[in-house]
Nanobody, 110 residues
Framework: VQLQASGGGTVQAGGSLRLACVVS????????YAWYRQAPGQQRELVAG???????NYLDSVKGRFTISKDNAQNSVTLQMNNLKPEDTALYFC?????WGRGTLVTVSS
């Protein structure tokens, strides 16, 4: 199984980005996935997760702004991020079990 994350970039506060994690080697509908992030000098933290059955959970600070979902047609897991804040600036990673994709950088300017 391999994970390839993309979609990061630089936006102003209040803007939106959509991250995608393309999954190869397994059908995305069959597994549980998560997005994590790590800001400079900070520990990696769980941002959002989605179970095999589609149940989602979110970090409190992103609830109502971020949405995790599976795209079966693209075999990917997406993270829609709206109303971005400077504190969302971090390297974002997708995860499946013990497998991590390369991070994609999100920078939010004030």
């Amino acid at each position: 199984v391999q994970l390839q994350a993309s979609g990061g970039g630089t936006v102003q506060a209040g803007g939106s980005l959509r991250l995608a994690c393309v999954v190869s080697g397994i059908t995305v509908s069959r597994g549980a996935y998560a997005w994590y992030r790590q800001a400079p000098g900070q520990q990696r933290e769980l941002v959002a997760g989605i179970t095999h059955g589609g149940i989602t959970n979110y970090l409190d600070s992103v609830k109502g702004r971020f949405t995790i979902s599976k795209d079966n047609a693209q075999n990917s897991v997406t993270l829609q991020m709206n109303n971005l804040k400077p504190e969302d600036t971090a390297l974002y990673f997708c995860q499946y079990r013990t497998i991590w994709g390369r991070g994609t950088l999100v920078t939010v300017s004030s």
